[in-house]
């Protein structure tokens, strides 16, 4: 059974950095790569970034320059790393495997001052 497990979320101020973590479990980080969704108060499920098997990412331009996507395939867990918080960053981070629809229970990450 495949099973995702989302965490490093908190409450942070405006411009600081979190480090979202998932570990995964029953199938592999590179068996076709990692994405990573968020879900703002009051809206839908949006993609934030993912990695592909191979390598190469993909960010929203929401994100783009201040948020950092990677896998370490020895740990089989995927990182968000989230640099200049804005309020509008605020939501339910989720992890999802590229091409197949397994969610963990997600994390929440709040942006304010």
């Known amino acids: 059974q495949v099973q995702l497990v989302e965490s490093g979320g908190g409450l942070v101020q405006p411009g600081g950095s979190l480090r979202l973590s998932c570990v995964v479990s029953g199938t592999s980080v590179n068996l076709s790569g990692m994405a990573w969704y968020r879900q703002p108060p009051g809206k839908q499920r949006e993609s934030v970034a993912s990695i592909a098997r191979i390598g190469n990412t993909y960010y929203a331009d929401s994100v783009k320059g201040r948020f950092t996507v990677s896998t370490d395939n020895t740990k089989n867990t995927a990182y968000l790393q989230m640099n200049d918080l804005k309020p509008g960053d605020t939501g339910v981070y989720y992890c999802?495997?590229?091409?197949?629809?397994?969610w963990g229970q997600g994390t929440q990450v709040t942006v304010s001052s």
């Open positions: 999802k495997i590229v091409g197949q629809t397994y």
